[in-house]
Every structure is written in structure tokens, then in C-alpha cells.
């Protein structure tokens, strides 16, 4: 695929997987993102430059809409070997969810995926996580999908 279509490719994937992004619940978002990594890859964005990497990502955050805690799997795309700014995109799937006691105590944190060699661990660790674990089959009250420029 081209980098600068993987937002409509990911939709692609949901499609294809009978997904609607406004009702997935993290099991089904962040195995369709897993798939997306595995399956497709992006011309020019190579892994010995760190150019195509997943991000983990979790917390409780205020992003100027009131708290939630956000669970998110990224993919970070690098257009261009440079790594300016400008060439650094994500594909950022979040879901948000009310800031409850116990996602409190699930505390801030994230992993990165470099390449295909370590996608089987990263899956691993992001399944067993109590981030994952906390919210893996629970209705987020909102789910976002970006693509943007991160740099």
C-alpha cells in the first residue's frame, strides 16, 4: 500500500472483517490493527529504519475534552528515510473510556513493535496487559481513528 492511504486500507480491513468503527470494542479494533501490520506493508517504509512500528499505548488523559482513559494501538509510518517531522505519520486507533477507579489504578504506559520479528511478543504483552485486560470486551464511550502528521 502507499503510506498515505493506510487510513483508507485499515478501513478496508474493519470492512472486510464485518467491523463497524463506532462499535468496535478493543478486541476486535486492536486484532484487525495487528492484522493490518502483519499483512500489509507500506512502499518506502522499512523496518530496518524503524520506518512501519506499532505503538501501545495507554492512560488516563485530558486532551481538552474532559478525562478519559484512552487505549490505543498506532501505526507509525515514515514516508520519507529523512525522519523529519513532516514525513513521521500515525494511524492511531483510541478507544476512550469514562476514568474509572479501577483504569486509575491501571496507571500510564506503552510499548513499541519495531518489526514483524517482534509482533508475536508484542501481541503477547499487550493481550496480557491489565491496560488490555481492564477494557479488552467493555463499549468504549467513543472510538477514534486518525491519520496524521505526528512530527
Not at 463497524?20 to 530496518?48: H, K, N, S, T
Amino acid at each position: 500500500m502507499k503510506p498515505e492511504t493506510a487510513e483508507v486500507e485499515f478501513e478496508k480491513v474493519l470492512a472486510q472483517r464485518s467491523l463497524d468503527r463506532a462499535r468496535l470494542i478493543p478486541e476486535q479494533g486492536v486484532a484487525a490493527m495487528l492484522a493490518f501490520y502483519r499483512d500489509e506493508r507500506a512502499e518506502g517504509c522499512r523496518f530496518e529504519r524503524d520506518a512501519d512500528m506499532l505503538l501501545f499505548e495507554w492512560g488516563i488523559y485530558n486532551w481538552g475534552r474532559g478525562e478519559f482513559f484512552d487505549l490505543s494501538i498506532t501505526r507509525q509510518l515514515i514516508h520519507d528515510s529523512s525522519g523529519e517531522g513532516e514525513d513521521i505519520w500515525q494511524l492511531g486507533l483510541t478507544f476512550k473510556f469514562g476514568p474509572t477507579h479501577p483504569l486509575r489504578a491501571v496507571g500510564q504506559g506503552h510499548r513499541w513493535c519495531h518489526d514483524l520479528r517482534e509482533l508475536e511478543e508484542f501481541e503477547r504483552f499487550l493481550r496480557a496487559s491489565a491496560a488490555f485486560q481492564a477494557v479488552v470486551a467493555v463499549i468504549p464511550t467513543t472510538v477514534e481513528l486518525r491519520y496524521e502528521c505526528a512530527g
